[in-house]
């Protein structure tokens, strides 16, 4: 066989696993919007069964013979080829996916399964001692991963390769550093700041019905398509790409605040708008039409959702059209209260309720206790006191319960250990790209004055979303803004933001 007909046959393969894959995220969206209680078991032993296909089709020797002799040919030459990266990509991916032993997957599973609903009792009863066991069997079966999979310098970066392909674990905990040390004296200003946000603004009365069609409508303006994705609702929110043509969002309406669905929609389609960009009428499934990182995801839905959705030009736009559609609550209000009640910033317990100006430090905190764990310095035992006492150094308050503190998040008992770091790295990049934007589009601004954000999600297409994998994160960012990862851009935009709002 020649090397092009080959490397077809290895598109074909993957894109034929990546249909069955999708067949399954079809399966999953539908348990999260609209499956009946009941129908909950059948669901998971159609997962169960559909993601066992997908792991043994994606894990046939076959592949490998393929990816073997697509090494050798002349597609590799040009390295920086779409070509070679979808081989050296999808190689990278075949070994993972193969040097993980048959039980130590199925242990993983079985024991996550059971660790998570000892999670939800432990932390309904606020009792981390009965989670404790469990932390330790996920974290040991995850040093176990972390040593299957192999790293260099220390096992946590076997662990966040899973989802930051590409990024090192020195890299991310200095930029968290730099960052921890700007956001806590930042918070500090804001906190002794002479002006305070009225944020009861945004807590009035917001029919469910009005808030659908005004974040339907922000989200078409940003350029999701009605016709390739929909909108639905969800007790959790979340963004599926399922294919060509079908990218969906969801979200949740509270009655009485604006800020979760509007700015949830915006997040959402921040993804939707990446997936839609992608790729993958020519390589869905393949590294070249897939997301580069979930770093990378979470950038595009937090610019939307920030640098976007909570600045001033935005809304000198979108505000009139909010006052008349929610007139009852918005008639009268001055658009400068308006933008500082949506950019309120106040500590609190919870990550997934944090501001953006505080919401970083949740992850910090963190990353940090679990990079401890994995290295063996953090003893289970000892997480709930170290997470309150950090917790305090931090944001200034005393943690009054795990539930509040230590047990607040799904994802160690999930086995989602080297995860946390991505949303952070999300919100970097997604102040290093913006800046790079506004340098290439000075008028950007006055762009969002008139209601235009079109160009901006050309922008973000050509530059980010069409490469897919073809370059990893850390490259990507590279050649797009030609800077390495960095903490400034993005304290540099909140303090400009916040210095306003507050007059400090
Ligand atoms: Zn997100």
Redesign the pocket.
């Known amino acids: 066989m020649s090397a092009q007909d080959s490397y077809k046959k290895l598109i074909e393969s993957i894109r034929e696993i990546a249909v069955l894959a999708s067949a399954a995220g079809v399966l999953g969206w539908d348990e999260r919007t609209h499956m009946p209680p009941e129908g909950a078991q059948i669901r998971a032993d159609q997962l169960s069964l559909l993601s066992g296909l997908v792991h043994e089709r994606f894990t046939d020797p076959k592949i490998g013979d393929l990816l073997a002799e697509l090494e050798q040919s002349e597609l590799m030459k040009d390295s920086g080829s779409i070509e070679a990266a979808n081989i050296r990509e999808t190689r990278y991916d075949y070994d993972k996916a193969t040097k993980l032993p048959k039980d130590l997957v199925e242990e993983m599973s079985k024991t996550t399964t059971l660790a998570q609903s000892e999670w939800v009792r432990a932390r309904a009863a606020n009792n981390f001692k009965a989670f404790q066991p469990w932390l330790e069997k996920v974290l040991n079966l995850t040093i176990r991963k972390a040593e299957a999979f192999g790293y260099e310098g220390e096992p946590y970066n076997a662990l966040l390769d899973n989802y930051e392909k590409g990024m090192t674990v020195d890299v991310v905990a200095d930029t968290f550093e730099g960052l921890r040390k700007e956001l806590v004296e930042l918070l500090g200003k804001i906190k002794d700041a002479p002006k305070r946000p009225d944020v009861s603004i945004v807590e009035r009365d917001y029919d469910v019905n009005l808030q659908r069609v005004f974040g339907e409508s922000v989200a078409q303006a940003m350029g999701y398509s009605f016709t390739a994705g929909r909108l639905d609702i969800t007790t959790h929110p979340f963004?599926t790409g399922l294919g060509p043509g079908d990218t969906r969002i969801t979200t949740r309406y509270n009655p009485k605040r604006l800020n979760d669905a509007l700015f949830g929609i915006m997040?959402?389609a921040g993804?939707g708008l990446y997936e839609m960009g992608l790729n993958k009428k020519d390589y869905f499934g393949l590294p070249a039409g897939e997301s580069a990182s979930l770093g990378v995801?979470?950038s595009q839905?937090?610019m939307w959702e920030n640098q976007i959705g909570r600045s001033l030009p935005f809304w000198r736009y979108f505000f009139p059209q909010a006052q008349r559609i929610f007139r009852d609550s918005l008639s009268g209000v001055k658009i400068e209260d308006f933008y500082a009640a949506i950019n309120n910033v106040t500590p609190s317990f919870i990550r997934v309720e944090a501001d953006e100006a505080t919401y970083n430090l949740h992850i910090l905190l963190r990353f940090e206790l679990e990079r401890a764990m994995i290295r063996g310095d953090l003893k289970p035992a000892d997480v709930s006191s170290e997470w309150n006492s950090r917790f305090k150094k931090y944001f200034g308050i005393e943690i009054d319960s795990d539930s509040n503190g230590c047990l607040q998040d799904v994802h160690w008992s999930s086995g989602l250990i080297g995860y946390f770091p991505t949303y952070s790295l999300?919100n970097l990049m997604s102040a290093q790209f913006f800046a790079k934007a506004l340098e290439d589009m000075p008028d950007l601004y006055e762009q969002f004055e008139r209601g235009e954000l079109l160009k901006l999600r050309e922008w973000l297409r050509v530059n980010i979303h069409q490469h897919g994998t073809r370059y990893r994160a850390p490259e990507l960012l590279k050649r797009v803004t030609g800077q390495e990862l960095s903490y400034k851009p993005l304290v540099d935009y909140m303090y400009a933001k916040y210095s306003d709002i507050y007059g400090f």
């Open positions: 963004c997040h959402e993804h995801h979470e839905s937090r999300g």
